[in-house]
Each structure stands twice: as C-alpha cells, then as structure tokens.
C-alpha cells in the first residue's frame, strides 16, 4: 500500500493489511466450528424472562446474574440477585428451575395464573409470586 491512512494509530512493528483475505476474516469464518462459549467466560449466557400476573414483565440478562440463593433441598424461595436488581421467587417444587438457572438455559419463569391455567399436578413447579426490587443504579 502507496498511503496507509491508519499508520500513525498502530503500533511500531505492526503491518497494515494488504487485502481482506489478509486479515484472518476468512480464517475465524471457518474456525467458528471450534467456538467454546459454554464456559461463560465469554458470552452473557442470553436471558431470563420473567412473567409476573401484575407489573411489567421483563428480561434480565444472564451476565448480570451474580448469585442465587434458595431454602434447602426442596426450595420454595429463590433469589436471583442481578446486578442492579434482585428478584424473588416463590412456589413450590422450584428445585426443577435451579437445573436451568444454574446451566443458564432457563428462559421463562411465569407466575401461576389459577383463573387462567389449568390446576397442576401436586409434583409439577408451580411459581406462586415474582417479585422484583431495584438497588443501586445511582439513586439517592
């Protein structure tokens, strides 16, 4: 290349690419095959949708998720502390969602509605309240 425009950004030593091919674009096109981001270092992990009967319903990201706690083996409490947020679950037979938070491939938790489902079977989780409070975020 006659003029290289970006020179006086790149550090000494480093080449200007002559041509598209030449900046490996091609090269992490095919290697796609071997991406590992199930280790969670470097993606967010998606999001979680949560579906209360009243207030707004909302997506919170997986990245933000900093711990959740619950009430022994048999929980009927869970709480997902984001970030910014903490959420509450309430219910019964809730040891079935720790298996989708924990590999982060859960992507609802919707409120029983008992005027609008059907009721369910004594074993089947049931979500009974979601319960969300904001923190942080800067306000006084």
Known sequence: MADDPLAKWRRAGAQAPSSASDTGRERKIVELADYQGDAGKDRSGGWL??????????????????????????????DLLFTYELVTIKGRNLELMLTGLRSRTLAVIEQFDPQGHQAPEPDALVVDSIESTEHGMGRG
């Not at 319903?57 to 933000?64: L, N, R, T, V």
């Open 49 to 78: 949708e949560l579906r209360p009967l009243k207030g707004p319903w909302s997506f919170c990201s997986y990245a933000q998720l900093r711990k959740v706690q619950f009430n022994g083996p048999k929980p009927t409490r869970i």
